[in-house]
């Protein structure tokens, strides 16, 4: 039998594709230099991003089918704790927790990212809010501002160039006034 084998073809085992490489690393963040500033909190920031990108796929890769098939008539479970209705509670509480991290997280790197813009931020002792000027420059950004009047200031050596201005309806009522 042994030199059966030992004529026979070695076997061809063919390569793994590279989605199924389990021990495959994941992709590493870049390094954000020392001297960068908030490099602490960048680094921190995309520690917990990459964390919960991690808790995110675990939970997609490995789905959880709840039993909800019908117990015999006349038997009890031996625990409450594989009652179908608990594995839902505990999925749905799940779910729940991931979104208030993420939505922690966005808060955060927003945070993070008024914090390095200059004049982005006033520190109070108990929360981060924006500079007037900031909010001003994020909401004009944004597209939520509408035209409401157009106004021409004849100046001298200027040949026509068109300057967006956005201004608070009080602003607009003063501007009005002074060229009343």
Known sequence: MKEKMAK????????????????KEPDKPREIPDGFPGAADLKNLVKQTVEL?????????HPRVVDITKRKPGLEPASQSVDPIK?????????TLLEKKMQELQANITTVQAANRPGGQVRADFSTFPTPQFAKMLHEKSGDSMLVAKICIPVK???????P????????????LLFT
């Open 8 to 23: 026979l073809p070695p076997l061809r085992v063919p390569k793994r594709a590279p989605w199924m490489n389990r021990h």
């Open 165 to 176: 201005i956005h201004v608070t309806s009080d602003q607009l009522q003063k501007i009005h």
């Open 87 to 95: 594995e839902l509670i505990a999925r749905t509480t799940l779910l």
């Open 53 to 61: 990108q991690n808790e995110v796929n675990n939970l997609c890769s």
């Open 157 to 163: 050596g200027c040949h026509g160039e068109r300057v």
